[in-house]
T-cell receptor, first 114, second 110 residues
């Protein structure tokens, strides 16, 4: 299995809702990432987990809460989002999180906040 | 500051013509550079990494430290090469996070 799998593919949520995005990989990778991609823009890093510990938080608002339950799973909990948070959320993984590692991306979860 | 610049938002060529997608970077240490491609409705996937010096789908890229460039080239473009291409730099520290350029949309016309 050489894929990063994300669910759901599409999510519409209200500003008062609580929802979660899920990500799974079975490549034995120990680094996992959340990126945000707005339309016609490049991906921007949100969080990095290394060996199940949060190692980078790129000043992301607290309404986004990441969680890494084990080495294969990564969640992004969403609460009280704003319409400007509507975007494609990409999960990714790499072998150990070294600079030379190839980063593998999932297909993304399209989030619309209404 | 770390930065990746892709000067062309859109590059349009005819099938069989040579292609060069430009990428310049700014990085104080030893750079790790990648080209990622995103075909329509598909996931972002690695095309090339500078340390492997491979040729993938006929594309090559050479790191030029003097000019701080990592341009992507292909001698004869194919219609199936039409996609969004991102040049990316691995950020500082040991975390392997990527800093992307703004991307170049390549359109290959028949």
């Amino acid at each position: 299995d050489t894929e990063v799998t994300q669910t759901p593919k599409h999510l519409v949520m209200g500003m008062t809702n609580k929802k979660s995005l899920k990500c799974e990989q079975h490549m034995g990778h120990r680094a996992m990432y959340w990126y945000k991609q707005k339309a016609k823009k490049p991906p921007e890093l949100m969080f990095v987990y290394s060996y199940e510990k949060l190692s980078i938080n790129e000043s992301v608002p607290s309404r986004f809460s990441p969680e890494c339950p084990n080495s294969s799973l990564l969640n992004l909990h969403l609460h009280a989002l704003q319409p400007e948070d509507s975007a494609l959320y990409l999960c990714a993984s790499s072998q150990v999180g070294q600079r030379k590692d190839t980063i593998y991306f999932g297909e993304g979860s399209w989030l619309t906040v209404v | 500051a770390q930065r990746v610049t892709q000067p062309e938002k859109l590059l349009s060529v005819f099938k069989g013509a040579p292609v060069e997608l430009k990428c310049n970077y700014s990085y104080s240490g030893s750079p790790e550079l990648f080209w990622y491609v995103q075909y329509s409705r598909q996931r972002l996937q690695l095309l090339l990494r500078h340390i492997s010096r491979e040729s993938i789908k006929g594309f090559t890229a050479d790191l030029n430290k003097g000019e701080t460039s990592f341009h992507l080239k292909k001698p004869f473009a194919q219609e199936e090469d039409s996609a969004m291409y991102y040049c990316a730099l691995s950020g500082p520290g040991s975390q392997g996070n990527l800093i992307f350029g703004k991307g170049t949309k390549l359109s290959v016309k028949p």
